[in-house]
């Protein structure tokens, strides 16, 4: 990737609309671009002041493509750090593409997945994880995702990890210079206080490390798996959570025999609902299949919800037994995986027998998926589950799967460290692991970085972005 020339994206969303913005950028952006925009004040674009916008025409030759609106941000104050200029024009994809062509012909060049970011980060205007946060918040469909993302862009842990470094730096730093008076057994760095920032190191890389189980299921949407009996209500349950027919229902037993997933929010949290096909004894090979995928995707789920049918213990030979010994047997099966207990078709029970269902079974959640009565009490007990309060705290919290092994990585070579403090290691080999350390956090941030890292995180970008 040439990093030196002028780069040109659609920075909108494909497609057609009221408007779109053509994103260049580059050296020469502000001079491929005033040859062929005519503004209305007459002042060539070269001639404009940063930060400025002028109305007027994209023109090729005599021929005026459209009247569009252009920013001007000259150097170190733009989003990439370098000269940039946006066209906003008229959401034609035939008018996107003429003034793409245009800017090609005039010397620009396509911009790659991420490069515009990519730019920013190389020219210093945000750090390798506010980058990646970028394309968090692109993505993000909720508010707790959104809010994770511009915690991250604010510079989030990052900040705290760079500062961390630069402490452990200087120590580094003192402890190499040791090593050139090694025969005057002289100690520049005072070891109590660098006990002290090993500890403090610590302390920070074990809160962010226990953070990710949270940040990462806030990203990426709770997992919550439907269970239950065959015709219990499983679908209708799905449907209703979703306000949609999104699962085929039926009095017929067996319907579901794959999964359905969806997601939806709740309480600015994101859910992905997983409808499973009923748990029973069967002869049908393919229930049989859809039943083995269940218990895996009750594997897989952070939160199970085990459904039974009301209507089945009132009318039929079924009892609150029989349910509490299949909950039971889910416990035993998935041991510590949060549960719980739902009875559907609750309208067909009186007030006593509701009552009398919830002595029975502690915490049991009565609601009726068809009439849609007691769903939204279910969803603030699902919602209960997550563990907020560290959203709330705008705390810091890890939700990148790279920043997570560097921080690993890097509490294994602190622990090296903590462990050559204590048994007094002399500073060459101590030396060793504190570099290492440095190399980990330098990951995150991005002082430490390849060409094949950032070509992997800048690949997943949109182009224009």
Excluded: W
């Amino acid at each position: 990737m040439i990093l030196n020339d002028t780069i040109v994206a659609v920075a909108t969303a494909p497609g057609s609309g009221a408007i779109a913005v053509i994103r260049v950028s580059g050296p020469d952006a502000i001079n491929f671009t005033s040859p062929v925009f005519k503004a209305k004040n007459k002042v060539a674009l070269k001639d404009q002041k940063s930060h400025t916008l002028q109305l007027g025409n994209m023109i090729d030759g005599e021929r005026i493509i459209d009247e569009s609106l252009v920013s001007v941000f000259k150097g170190k104050r733009s989003y990439t750090g370098e000269n940039t200029v946006e066209i906003s024009c008229h959401g034609s994809p035939f008018i996107q593409q003429e003034i793409i062509n245009l800017l090609l012909r005039q010397g620009c060049r396509s911009a790659q997945p991420g490069e515009f970011t990519l730019r920013a980060f190389l020219n210093g205007k945000m750090d390798l994880s506010q980058a990646e946060a970028v394309a968090d918040l692109i993505s993000s469909d909720n508010a707790a995702s959104h809010q994770l993302a511009m915690q991250q862009m604010r510079g989030g842990f990052a900040s705290e990890i760079q500062k961390l470094r630069e402490e452990l730096l200087n120590f580094a730093s003192l402890i190499e210079l040791e090593l050139d008076f090694s025969e005057e057994d002289v100690e520049f760095a005072d070891r109590k206080q660098f006990q002290d920032l090993v500890f403090r190191i610590q302390k920070v890389l074990g809160k962010l490390i226990d953070s990710f189980a949270v940040g990462n299921v806030l990203k990426n949407g709770i997992p919550v798996a439907i269970v239950g009996e065959p015709n219990v209500g499983k679908s209708t349950l799905l449907n209703s959570l979703l306000n949609e027919e999104r699962a085929i229902v039926s009095d017929i037993a067996g319907t579901t025999r794959d999964t359905i997933e969806d997601e939806i929010s709740i309480g600015g949290v994101g859910f992905r609902f997983i409808d499973t096909a009923g748990i029973r004894e069967t002869t049908d090979e393919i229930e049989g299949l859809g039943i083995k995928k269940t218990f895996q995707k009750i594997e897989q789920a952070q939160l199970v919800m085990y459904l039974f049918d009301s209507n089945k213990i009132k009318n039929e030979n079924l009892t609150l037994t029989q349910v509490k010994t299949e909950v039971e047997k889910i416990k035993n099966r998935f041991p510590g995986k949060p549960l719980i207990i739902v009875a559907n078709k609750t309208d067909v029970l009186s007030a006593e027998e509701q009552q009398n269902f919830q002595q029975q079974i502690n915490e049991l959640n009565l609601i009726s998926a068809k009439e849609n009565k007691g769903v939204e009490e279910l969803q603030e007990k699902i919602l209960s589950f997550v563990n907020t309060g560290a959203l709330k705290n705008n705390d810091a919290i890890v939700t990148n799967s790279r920043h997570y092994d560097a921080l690993l990585k890097a509490q294994e070579e602190i622990n090296k460290v903590q462990e050559g403090l204590n048994i007094g290691l002399t500073g060459d080999l101590l030396a060793i692991d504190i570099r290492q350390a440095l190399y980990h956090f330098g990951e995150i941030t991005g002082q430490i970085t390849t060409d094949d890292l950032l070509g992997n995180i800048f690949a997943n970008f949109c182009i224009g972005k």
